[in-house]
């Protein structure tokens, strides 16, 4: 099973390769202010997840720079993930919200959800 699991991993990481989206294209200084506005988002995931990798091409697609922290192979993420989140799930995307507010958010349509109504939509009614 262990075998069968890293061979659809390869598979699923080649794929993502080939298909990888284009990110969207945007002027230096709006992206150097979305940039600054996602500074405090983590996204807690595993290489090879298919919903992790969902994500990932969302945050290509849109250009969101959002540091991704490995919790299969770091254990000091996987502990921060089990401590705050509570559970060891992803993709996981933490949301420090500032004043020691964090807030933890698990599934991966919900994360693409809340990252394109929070960063990119908002950006597109600024520019408006």
């Known amino acids: ?13 080649l794929l ?5 989206p284009r990110p969207l294209k945007r002027a230096p200084e709006e992206q150097r202010a979305l940039d600054l506005r996602t500074t405090n988002l983590s996204l807690y995931q595993y290489e090879a997840c298919p919903f992790c990798v969902k994500v ?7 250009s969101l720079n959002i540091e991704l922290r490995d919790a ?5 993420y996987r502990n921060e993930l089990l401590q705050g989140g509570g559970k060891l799930k992803v993709p996981c995307l933490r949301i ?4 020691g507010n964090v807030s933890w ?12 109504q929070t ?8 520019a408006a």
Do not use: C, P, T
């Open 105 to 116: 958010m698990y599934e991966s349509s919900d994360i693409i959800h809340y990252l394109e």
């Open 96 to 99: 420090d919200e500032g004043e």
């Open 119 to 126: 960063y990119i939509e908002s950006n597109i009614q600024k």
């Open 56 to 62: 990932r091409r969302s945050l290509r697609r849109n």
């Open 72 to 76: 299969k192979n770091v254990e000091q």
């Open 16 to 20: 993502n390769f080939i298909f990888s």
């Open 1 to 13: 099973m262990a075998f069968i699991r890293w061979f659809l991993g390869r598979i699923i990481l």
